[in-house]
């Protein structure tokens, strides 16, 4: 549920336009702005961005608008400075100093450092190695450079093909492999940042598994134990003039060590369940039960978590001496106690029901403080001062960072991409140790396949200025007037058509289908509900008037299964085909309300309302069966579809669609391709109260299947935000937590696009430049399938921006004059009806000429 519903108490939120969190600058706003800042901020809400963002221009422009910065910053995008670090990271760290940073690339095997100077990032080096660690005066590293033995490269080898055949469990046994030979490979090296020399402290007989150093920089210590000895590892004094030392005893696992800022005790972890505090000068050591230590910044306190029975405790250690005490006691799950800096307060979280929410408690056991009341996950708590906590929010594939008052637990959103449709998943975080930047892991563009996470520096001392968000606000305005002008562009010709069609989908047909589905309990493809899912899917069809097929198959030994499809045979290319698909199994503990009896019923009103409506091209309408087992129906499919020689040429999937956290009927476009992406946009606000943002993403869902064979021929719809459903592959994801008005929604929004699909020229295929000769180039592409294609229309200008001109042809090639270097050439086929191709065929000019590839 949403905390606030009202713009006076709003100025964060989970993405632009999501679940509003109260915070103090939404009282900021002038008196006399408010009915306006209202208005917009209401048309926000509704999804209506050009009236929002227009009213936030004139605002902003006004005498008042120093007073509404903030909200709107906040409304729009982010309110905190951030710049790029890198193109690709992971990993970040922080020097104990803040002067300098760490984060890795390669897979993890080079580590960067870089010098950070308020807003202004100097690389310093590239260091081939991992596990590198600061000194406290920041000016010194340590890491361990790991030598490429034969062995290691051939475990390396097998490790990344079995990878890539996804047989994920001899791959994680493999990796297992991988790293022991990196930890006895792995050599101990020391580097001055100042002045660049290296030196190497060796310890031959140890496998290395991480460093630290002492709390005043002198020694080093390294996590190891004896080769061979997967059993013990304890952590040891290394130089260069003397062989490694242990300062642990005892049998077992000593792990992530942590000297106090006083040097006097070291703190670390026992195997899974223990942790430890030693004295450095004398050796003696207390050990306690508890799993999550953290140790607060002045080194005064431990925290960590225990078990008593059916309970959870969270226990708090003064580092110094003195029994344990109890902090919070509670048979509901809590999880992830850290001490403020000053070690006088703990935040942590606690699951009251679904979700994780955020706490913060006295050392004392006093003034329990909720913060977090939001219906998704809050999580990872880590204190910026001893007055703000910062937590995240949302499942792994899709978390966003919120800053938390801690005594009154006002929230504010911390990174985003400053756009309003593209979500910009985040994966980690690292705090400086004033407490003033964070460096952020994220996929800002919101491109989630390519392997690419960018870096970012958020400066919690620096904020974006009136003329920033102004800016921000009108190139916001300006992307959305060319999305909605373009998309009305690609509808018009079957506008009439299309709304005709959405006008039949039922909320209250489709709430008859998730009835009739949840009945059946699980429907994982060993539960008997399975059967009964296929079987009841196949008697609608055909009450449709569809005579569906069942494809029966074995997955596994001795389990039975089947995808359902239903055909609507195309008027004029029938042999050309799209699909529409949802699975409809579920997890093996759960009925699968959201994950995915939503998508199932949306999709089954798709097929009643277009049943006596069929497109130029052929639609099939297809039900996937043991998706969360492996993706099994759809490879199943795909696997039948090869063989048919079945030319797809456009695919949507829909997946968990009908869970929503605030008022606001909201989704995400999970797409491989851009031209599809964008006419769901338009589907959505021309034909539906839908509210879309997207996000390039397909990987582990039915449509990675249509991916692999087909390439980026891929769209659809998935949950906003991504997988944030806390009830997502839990028993509790139960009929009543679902939406069934967003599900209707949803199901308009398909059935406009998969008409619109159906009904337009496909993609061009086989685009080439065949020949480059100055600012002449010849290209050609293979002719148009559709029956109806008329000609091709060819536009050629700078990549991502406007056509500077177009020409029309009726031969798949064309020989053009007047080409610059680096020009984009997009082609696309139109029908007789006038309605081009959903997407382009694209090919850039290089910058030399001769023949492309």
Do not use: C
Request: aromatic share 8%.
């Amino acid at each position: 549920m949403a905390l606030a519903r009202f713009s006076s108490l709003v100025t964060a939120l989970s993405l632009a336009g999501s679940a509003a969190i109260a915070q103090a600058d939404g009282d900021s706003i002038p008196a006399a702005a408010r009915a306006r800042y209202d208005t917009a901020y209401f048309a926000w809400q509704r999804g209506d961005y050009p009236t929002a963002l227009a009213g936030f221009e004139r605002l902003l422009a006004s005498p008042d608008g120093d007073g509404v910065v903030a909200p709107i910053a906040l409304l729009t995008g982010e309110l905190y400075r951030t710049i790029a670090v890198a193109e690709d990271g992971q990993a970040p760290r922080w020097s104990p100093d803040g002067r300098y940073a760490s984060f890795t690339t390669n897979g993890g095997r080079v580590t960067n450092v870089i010098a950070v100077d308020g807003d202004s990032v100097r690389p310093v080096t590239s260091i081939n190695g991992v596990a590198l660690v600061f000194s406290p005066g920041g000016d010194r590293v340590a890491y361990l450079a790991i030598d490429e033995t034969p062995p290691l490269r051939a475990a390396r080898a097998l490790a990344d093909s079995l990878l890539r055949a996804q047989e994920f469990g001899r791959f994680q046994r493999q990796r297992q492999e991988v790293t022991r030979l990196e930890q006895e490979a792995a050599r101990i090296m020391v580097r001055d940042l100042r002045g660049g020399t290296s030196e190497e402290l060796r310890a031959p007989d140890l496998a290395k598994r991480a460093l630290a150093f002492s709390a005043d920089g002198a020694t080093l210590h390294v996590v190891g134990g004896p080769t061979g000895d997967r059993a013990r590892t304890d952590i040891h004094v290394v130089s260069a003039s003397a062989a490694p030392r242990a300062i642990s005893s005892g049998p077992g696992i000593k792990a992530n060590p942590v000297f106090t800022a006083d040097g006097r005790h070291v703190i670390y972890t026992l195997g899974s369940d223990s942790v430890s505090i030693r004295e450095v000068a004398s050796g003696a050591t207390r050990t306690f039960a508890g799993t999550s230590p953290s140790v607060s910044a002045d080194g005064s306190t431990l925290t960590f978590l225990a078990r008593a029975g059916s309970e959870f405790v969270i226990t708090a250690v003064t580092v110094s001496g003195g029994a344990p005490t109890i902090v919070k006691r509670s048979e509901r799950p809590m999880a992830t106690p850290v001490p403020s800096p000053d070690g006088r307060r703990i935040a942590h979280v606690v699951m009251l029901r679904d979700d994780w929410d955020l706490f913060v408690i006295g050392r004392d056991g006093q003034g329990d403080v909720r913060l977090s009341r939001e219906i998704q996950h809050d999580v990872f708590p880590r204190w910026l001062s001893n007055n703000r906590v910062l937590a995240v929010k949302g499942e792994p594939r899709h978390r966003r960072s919120y800053m938390y008052d801690a005594a009154s637990g006002e929230a504010t959103r911390l990174h985003h991409n400053n756009t309003v449709r593209t979500v910009a998943p985040e994966y980690e975080w690292a705090v400086s140790p004033d407490g003033s930047r964070i460096l952020i892991v994220a996929d800002r563009d919101g491109d989630t396949i390519s392997p690419e996470r960018g870096v970012f520096l958020l400066d919690l001392t620096r904020r974006y200025t009136r003329a920033d968000v102004l800016a921000r606000v009108r190139a916001s305005a300006a992307a959305e007037r060319d999305l909605r002008e373009r998309g009305r562009r690609l509808f018009v010709t079957v506008d009439s058509t299309v709304r005709a069609a959405v006008r039949g989908i039922s909320v209250e047909r489709i709430y008859e289908y998730e009835r009739a589905l949840y009945r059946f309990g699980s429907k994982y493809i060993t539960q008997p509900g399975n059967r009964l899912a296929i079987e009841y899917l196949a008697s609608t069809l055909r009450s449709f008037g569809y005579e569906p097929e069942i494809q029966w198959f074995e997955p596994q030994p001795g389990v039975r299964t089947a995808n359902v499809i239903a055909t609507l045979r195309g008027r004029i290319s029938p042999e050309l085909l799209y699909v529409v698909s949802s699975h409809f199994d579920s997890v093996e503990d759960g009925p699968g309300a959201d994950d995915n009896t939503s998508g199932t019923t949306a999709l089954l009103d798709v097929a009643r309302v277009l049943a006596r409506r069929p497109q130029a091209a052929t639609i099939k309408f297809a039900w996937f069966t043991g998706e969360e087992a492996g993706l099994y129906g759809s490879r199943e499919f795909v696997r039948r579809a090869v063989a048919n020689n079945d030319r797809i040429a456009g695919a949507l999937n829909n997946d968990m669609i009908g869970w929503t956290n605030d008022e606001r009927l909201d989704n995400t476009i999970r797409y491989s391709n851009a031209g599809i992406r964008d006419l769901q946009h338009a589907a959505a606000f021309l034909f539906t109260d839908l509210i879309t943002y997207d996000a390039k993403y397909y990987r582990n869902t039915d449509a990675h299947a249509y991916f692999e064979v087909y390439g980026d021929i891929v769209g659809g719809i998935g949950s906003y935000p991504i997988l944030g459903n806390p009830h997502y592959h839990q028993s509790h994801d139960i009929l009543e937590t679902i939406n069934h008005r967003l599900v209707a929604e949803v199901s308009k929004a398909t059935a406009a696009s998969i008409m619109l699909l159906a009904s337009s020229p496909a993609r061009p295929t086989g685009l080439e430049l065949v020949r480059h000769d100055g600012d002449r180039v010849e290209i050609r592409w293979v002719a148009a399938p559709e029956r109806d294609h008329a000609r091709y229309v060819v536009r050629i200008g700078p990549p991502g921006a406007a056509a500077s001109r177009t020409v029309t042809v009726t031969a798949p090639r064309t020989t053009l004059t007047g080409v610059a270097p680096g020009s984009e050439i997009a082609v696309r086929a139109v029908n007789a009806r006038g309605m081009e191709s959903w997407d382009a065929a694209r090919v850039t000019i290089p910058a030399t000429e001769g023949t492309a590839r």
